[in-house]
């Protein structure tokens, strides 16, 4: 994935757990959920990949081979460092720490925001 970094999505990547302890503990942040969705955004990925594929003389009519083949590498080198773990991502739900209006158990905790959203 070299290059990525640098032509694909400058400065971009996603954080690590620490570094996103980082930002909660100062603020007095209280961490409910940590969930990995590394094999979540790999299968993500294989649909965008595939979905490229599929549309890859459509891009080739816009931009030049170079791009189309960077884009090639960093959907398919971005699948692979997700399911063999070099990349992770992370889901976390969070509130302020005062707040004790919060589900007993992490099950409660999602059932509550798809509530929210129906």
């Known amino acids: 994935m070299l290059g990525a970094e640098r032509y694909i ?3 971009a ?6 570094q996103m302890m ?4 100062p603020f007095n942040f209280s961490v409910l959920d940590v969930e990995n969705l590394r094999l979540h955004y790999a299968r993500t990925l294989e649909h965008w990949l595939r979905r490229y594929e599929v549309n890859a003389d459509k891009v080739l009519a816009m931009f030049d081979q170079e791009f189309v ?5 960093y959907l398919a080198g971005s699948i692979a460092t997700f399911k ?3 990349m992770q991502l992370f889901q976390v739900v969070f509130t ?11 099950e ?3 059932q509550q ?3 929210r959203r129906g």
């Not at 990547?13 to 620490?18: E, I, M, R």
């Not at 083949?69 to 590498?73: C, E």
């Not at 302020?96 to 007993?104: D, F, G, V």
């Open 113 to 115: 925001q798809s509530s």
């Open 84 to 86: 063999t773990g070099d």
């Open 22 to 25: 980082q930002i909660f503990e």
């Open 13 to 18: 990547g996603p954080p690590s757990l620490g």
């Open 9 to 11: 999505f400058p400065g």
């Open 108 to 110: 409660g905790l999602y």
């Open 69 to 73: 083949r960077a884009w090639r590498l």
């Open 96 to 106: 302020r720490a005062a707040n004790n209006q919060i589900p007993w158990t992490r």
